[in-house]
């Protein structure tokens, strides 16, 4: 069985600080994660994904997550907010052979100006 | 290209009567996806296929039946509708199994039961 757990379901970061989303792992086999960012009205697109290769994934509009399996952890991080980042973003976890992807309940982000 | 499209964006229903939702993608993919998306549950899988002709259960797939007759469409039915179904429903698609592939979304239906 395979889920992921995000912490803190509202987040507000200032423009231009460091964006900072927690997500944390369980998975009986070695995990693929994802994370996908959902604006407003609209479907998710996905952001990066780590597939055992590199452990520092980069993603889309300057966003990384680096995978700590000592951690059971895979944080997404942008160094400097910009308002258009406002929306909800989503981890998801599948395994080797998965069909599926299991998908955590977000995290909402806000940017104050 | 379109990319993946659903059908309709919003409706309401009352308590009993029954619909169905189209999803299209033009991406030619084997794997296709329904999931329903509630406040503070993220998203949960309902129902999924992995080639034309072929079904699976996925999370929560009570009170929803699929069809894929066509590698292009798949087709989400509410047989009875409940006020429990009202929620967000999203279509995805994906070329290869969802642990490697990104999965595709389509823009949302929005459906209310009273």
């Known amino acids: 069985a395979q889920s992921v757990t995000q912490l803190g379901s509202h987040v507000s970061v200032s423009e231009g600080a460091l964006v900072l989303l927690r997500c944390n792992y369980s998975?009986?086999?070695?995990?693929?994660l994802f994370w996908y960012v959902q604006y407003p009205n609209q479907g998710l697109q996905l952001l990066l994904k780590?597939?055992?290769?590199?452990?520092l994934v980069k993603g889309i509009n300057g966003f990384e997550a680096e995978f700590k399996k000592s951690e059971t952890s895979f944080h997404l991080t942008k160094p400097s907010a910009h308002m258009s980042d406002a929306a909800e973003y989503f981890c998801?976890?599948?395994?080797?052979?998965?069909?599926?992807?299991?998908f955590g309940t977000g995290t909402r982000l806000t940017i104050i100006p | 290209n379109a990319g993946v499209t659903q059908t309709p964006k919003f409706r309401v229903l009352k308590t009993g009567q029954s619909m169905t939702l189209l999803c299209a993608q033009d991406m030619n993919h084997e794997y296709m996806y329904w999931y329903r998306q509630d406040p503070g549950m993220g998203l949960r899988l309902i129902h999924y296929?992995?080639?034309?002709?072929?079904?699976a259960k996925g999370e929560v797939p009570d009170g929803y039946n699929v069809s894929r007759l066509k590698k292009q469409n798949f087709l989400l039915g509410l047989e009875s509708a409940a006020p429990s179904q009202t929620s967000v429903y999203f279509c995805?698609?994906?070329?290869?199994?969802?642990?490697?592939?990104?999965?595709?979304f389509g823009p949302g239906t929005r459906l209310t039961v009273l």
């Open positions: 780590y597939t055992s290769a590199a452990t």
């Open positions: 998975s009986s086999v070695p995990p693929y």
């Open positions: 296929s992995v080639g034309e002709g072929t079904t």
């Open positions: 998801a976890v599948s395994g080797f052979g998965n069909e599926k992807l299991t």
């Open positions: 995805a698609s994906s070329n290869q199994l969802a642990y490697t592939d990104t999965q595709y």
